[in-house]
């Protein structure tokens, strides 16, 4: 095989590495995501960008380089159409901190986002019901 094939016969288990460390710490995951965004939009907006083309990134095979378990949403990628098969099937919800403090904080913001969420859905409830109730009046 080439240069190449060599290299990616060396990378392949660092990235299984990645992948498996990421579903094992929402940190790691996090910042493997971060990563990816950043490089994506550094390279999207570097002065040679007419030179360096973005449209011919390998967006998925990056993902999967960066050890992402998950495709990130970016308006700067909306209009490509990326496929990302996910190297680890793993939900977001159930993925948590290793770092006990950090996984009790997100278990309290996401139950107050729930809350928040029931308490906006019920007044639109009420809101939409009230709006029905006077326009039989009428």
């Not at 083309?53 to 209009?79: E, T, V």
């Not at 009790?104 to 308490?119: C, H, I, P, V, Y």
Request: aromatic share 8%; charged share 40%; proline share 4%.
């Amino acid at each position: 095989g080439g240069a190449a094939e060599d290299l990616m016969k060396e990378i392949t288990p660092v990235i299984r590495e990645v992948h498996s460390l990421a579903s094992k710490d929402r940190a790691i995951m996090e910042a493997g995501q971060r990563a990816y965004v950043s490089f994506i939009r550094a390279y999207k907006e570097h002065e040679l960008a007419y030179t360096m083309m973005f449209s011919s990134l390998p967006f998925a095979r990056l993902a999967k380089g960066y050890g992402l378990l998950f495709f990130p949403k970016m308006p700067d990628l909306k209009h490509f159409k990326i496929v990302y098969k996910p190297p680890v099937k793993i939900s977001a919800r159930d993925l948590k901190y290793k770092d006990k403090n950090r996984e009790k904080q997100r278990q309290k913001t996401l139950q107050l986002r729930r809350q928040k969420n029931e308490e906006e859905k019920r007044a639109r409830e009420e809101a939409e019901a009230e709006r029905r109730k006077k326009k039989r009046k009428e």
